[in-house]
């Protein structure tokens, strides 16, 4: 780490300098990320390769590398975090662990450097300068707000987490072993340069983290350097390793990562329950009892062919019935992911403007942060959520952190997330509200005017509506 007054120091304020200014120079350019919409974000920060293509042709599929020799991004990519904001959040209470870890990859293994407790700035800079550690930061997206914007953006987009960290690697040293990851990566390199090599998967789209050894591996399918400014996308299961070139003082580059545990074999074991639950209700062959002393048998192969025959009574009513109970992983996305960056003047918590009416237009306030789920009790009804206003802060404090809570049981839903329950004859006025960009209240799929403005008013005191 570069030390107070030195060249590095000025390399840091020249950076500085140059971030201020792009932002302002950025606002009209379709060469920076665009915030109107997540789909708008998703295609700047993949630019200029089209999304149609992307998805096509690399998504799941294989590597994409896009090289921008734009000053404009390579600034705007420094912005999100630099080596230079170390110190300042150093005193902010980092703790090793948690925040950030020193590391170092020796003779093809992970070594951990990390002290005890709090980060000490001065213990981190000499591990870096004396000890050629590899500095990784967690989850910057708390404490820096483009990423913020970036990450919230991204979640609206794909419908599931996004992670990211910070990865500061000094000159003729790797941090990490080969290896790959259960997320689908975008790594964007924000200062000096980074020698990338890729290799085949061991494992296609794997669900879990691994090192793997060198002679395993084989030679590299893809091989290059990274500069300020340049994407590199790849699937996980893809086996890589990157290291500073000698001769470059550093490289910062942050890793988005997104799609873990999001595969159909994840939806299909958290789906599965409430749809058993469902037919039984209705079909007796579900309800009758499996053979004495099943469960203390070797030999099922009986039992499995019935098994198979139930398995494919469940298929017969989901394709008639095309409806699945709320899910475990909806509850977590909602639950975990980042709040809307809305500004300081934001204040969402009071109802604004005209009370709804019978002859109103209105639209959904934040339309890529509320759910409508359908609840798996006795009452069957219908509520459309959004995390609660008051708690977004601290939302974005502990996103993706891992902090264990509450929050997984229906209580702990219903404490944590903000909006309304209705009967489930409401179900398909919500949906309308939902899909459409504006809805005249009177046009509501509901039997009385009474129900349509009293809905329309329940939504607009909890600022999930807006009139227009």
Not at 146 to 175: A, M
Not at 214 to 225: A, C, L, V, Y
Not at 397 to 409: I, L, P, V
Not at 419 to 427: A, D, E, K, T
């Amino acid at each position: 780490m570069p030390k107070k007054g030195g060249k590095h120091a000025g390399m840091a304020k020249e950076t500085q300098a140059q971030c201020k200014r792009p932002k302002l120079e950025a606002a009209g350019s379709p060469s920076v990320l665009s915030f109107e919409s997540p789909d708008s974000l998703f295609r700047s920060l993949i630019s200029p390769v089209e999304e149609e293509m992307f998805f096509r042709e690399y998504w799941e599929q294989k590597p994409l590398l896009v090289r921008r020799n734009d000053a404009l991004v390579a600034a705007y990519y420094q912005c999100l975090f630099q080596l230079s904001d170390l110190k300042e959040l150093c005193s902010q209470g980092l703790c090793y662990g948690r925040d950030v870890n020193v590391c170092r990859c020796v003779n093809g293994k992970k070594k951990v450097l990390n002290k005890e407790g709090r980060v000490n700035y001065m213990q981190l800079k000499k591990d870096f300068d004396q000890k050629k550690a590899t500095i990784q930061f967690h989850q910057p997206q708390r404490f820096k707000e483009e990423l913020w914007k970036i990450q919230e953006k991204l979640e609206c987009y794909f419908g599931s987490l996004v992670g990211s960290n910070v990865y500061i690697t000094p000159q003729g040293s790797q941090g990490l072993p080969p290896h790959y990851d259960d997320v689908e990566v975008f790594i964007l390199q924000l200062e000096g340069e980074k020698h990338w090599r890729l290799y085949k998967p061991t494992v296609p789209l794997a669900r879990e983290y691994n090192v793997e050894s060198e002679d395993r591996i084989g030679s590299p399918t893809h091989e290059f350097i990274l500069k300020p400014g340049d994407l590199l996308y790849f699937p996980r299961g893809t086996i890589h390793q990157a290291d500073t070139p000698q001769g470059i003082s550093y490289s910062t580059h942050v890793t988005i990562s997104t799609y873990q545990n999001n595969s159909w074999g994840d939806f299909l074991l958290d789906a599965i329950p409430g749809l058993v639950f469902d037919t039984a209700k209705e079909d007796v062959a579900l309800r009758t009892s499996i053979p004495r002393q099943l469960l203390m048998q070797v030999n099922t192969a009986d039992s499995t062919k019935k098994l198979s025959s139930l398995l494919r009574r469940l298929a017969d009513r989901l394709e008639s019935s095309r409806e699945l109970r709320s899910s475990d992983m909806k509850k977590d996305f909602i639950m975990h992911r980042l709040p809307p960056c809305l500004g300081c003047d934001s204040d969402p918590l009071t109802p604004g403007g005209k009370l709804p009416k019978i002859d109103s237009k209105i639209r959904l306030q934040f339309r890529d942060h509320a759910i409508i789920t359908v609840e798996l009790d006795q009452e069957n009804a219908v509520s459309i959520r959004s995390p609660p206003f008051y708690a977004w802060g601290g939302e974005r404090e502990t996103h993706m952190m891992g902090m264990e809570d509450d929050t997984a049981s229906e209580d702990g839903l219903a404490q944590q997330t903000h909006g309304l329950r209705f009967p489930l004859s409401y179900l398909d006025a919500l949906k309308q509200i939902w899909s459409s960009s504006t809805v005249n209240v009177k046009e509501l799929n509901l039997s009385s005017d009474e129900e349509k403005e009293n809905l329309a008013l329940s939504l607009w005191t909890e600022c999930l509506i807006e009139v227009l």
